[in-house]
């Protein structure tokens, strides 16, 4: 972590002035933010940066192989398979757990990785809005590869609505406007002029589909996917298109690619920056050292079904043993001194796919509890979703 920007940071952090940045993020946009944003960025180190770009794009390397796409057709459930998933997926995100080796040097590892949508719209605001309420160096960004700002909007325009008008382009979730990323939803509105729409008021004549407004039926051409198709079974959500029939229409990100690229993919990835993991089902014996090790389901999200504390009794009360993995424990370093203890810290590196994997972004959340989820943060502050500003030399 680059000590002297955040001394400098941290001398100049007003309780005042924090308000007014989340009286900015909860009115510039038509929802407010339904998570807690923390009182900082993370400022890093060029040699951290360096670190987190190559272990990155190594992952994506090797979710991206031949082989690796051949074992992953496995990770579909067979009655959540959608015909006409392409080659790759759209977007593509890596999480690191920032930890000390052995020399106390500040390293990458390897936590979860994703096919799926992240906080692609609302990053943008994130970081326009820090920059107004704090002094953030002009050669620090959040983006990479040359992109700023400006060029961010439009690759991600190039990336969800294409050569299509926007009109045509909706984003797809359940109930989008009590989604906890709502305020997500409606930064990408603001920034690509699309719209969102509830699953529920699709609608298919053959194999097209349609949005209603007003008195119109607009014709969808191209879905920006936030649908996990999980929670569409668990909520039992009444909808009236058949998503797994040959619609006319393009995924983006395609729903194949969230079981693909996923905690499944952990156990068949490997460097020195990925912790051991094994398929539960896979274990003729559990690890010596399960003290070490945390179960998580393959397929939940934010946290949901994590256990920290295993014993061989818990591990064997469980049925259904393939939808889990064991992972070795990471060990988070404090790194972000605040006025009540250290942070910790973990990155998502943000890739969208224009011929080839592009890094352009990253996310960060910041945590002292156990867990980096709510649940393990309640009542702590300088904890929650944030960003990392690197010295823009890439």
């Not at 272990?55 to 990770?75: C, K, R, T």
């Not at 605001?125 to 002009?138: C, E, M, N």
């Not at 294409?162 to 109930?175: G, R, S």
Request: hydrophobic share 35%; glycine share 4%.
């Amino acid at each position: 972590m680059n000590t002297k920007l955040r001394e400098r940071y941290n001398a100049e952090f007003t309780e005042g002035n924090y308000k007014s940045f989340l009286d900015d993020i909860n009115s510039v946009l038509k929802y407010p933010a339904d998570f807690r944003i923390a009182e900082t960025p993370v400022f890093l180190t060029e040699s951290l940066t360096i670190d987190l770009i190559n272990y990155s794009h190594e992952i994506v390397n090797q979710v991206m192989a031949p082989d690796f796409l051949e074992i992953s057709q496995g990770a579909i459930p067979a009655n959540l398979k959608i015909p006409n998933e392409g080659d790759h997926p759209t977007f593509l995100q890596v999480d690191f757990a920032i930890a000390k080796d052995d020399d106390g040097k500040f390293i990458p590892m390897l936590i979860e990785l994703q096919g799926f949508p992240t906080l692609y719209g609302f990053q943008y605001y994130l970081d326009k809005l820090t920059r107004k309420h704090s002094k953030i160096p002009k050669n620090y960004s959040p983006y990479f590869n040359g992109i700023d700002r400006e060029s961010y909007v439009t690759i991600l325009k190039d990336t969800i609505v294409h050569d299509c008008d926007p009109e045509n382009v909706v984003l797809i979730d359940i109930e989008p406007e009590k989604q906890k990323t709502r305020i997500d939803f409606a930064a990408t509105e603001k920034l690509l002029g699309i719209n969102s729409v509830c699953i529920s008021k699709v609608i298919q004549k053959k194999n097209k589909l349609f949005y209603k407004s007003g008195n119109r039926e607009i014709p969808i051409k191209r879905i920006y996917n936030r649908i996990i198709l999980d929670e569409l079974k668990r909520r039992k959500t009444d909808f009236n298109f058949n998503y797994q029939s040959d619609l006319d229409v393009e995924w983006v990100s395609h729903p194949n690619w969230f079981y693909r690229i996923s905690k499944y993919s952990l156990p068949f990835l490997s460097g020195e920056y990925v912790p051991e993991t094994y398929f539960l089902n896979e274990l003729d014996e559990y690890p010596a050292d399960l003290e070490n090790f945390i179960l998580k389901p393959l397929y939940s999200f934010a946290g949901h079904g994590v256990e920290l504390d295993l014993t061989a009794d818990l591990l064997d009360q469980i049925e259904d043993r393939s939808n889990y993995i064991l992972q070795a424990k990471v060990e988070y370093a404090p790194i972000i001194k605040t006025p009540d203890g250290f942070s910790k810290a973990e990155i998502r590196m943000m890739f969208v796919w224009q011929d080839i994997p592009i890094l352009v972004n990253n996310l960060v959340r910041l945590g002292k509890g156990k867990m980096m989820g709510v649940d393990h943060n309640k009542d702590k502050t300088w904890v929650g979703s944030s960003l990392a500003y690197h010295p823009i030399v890439y």
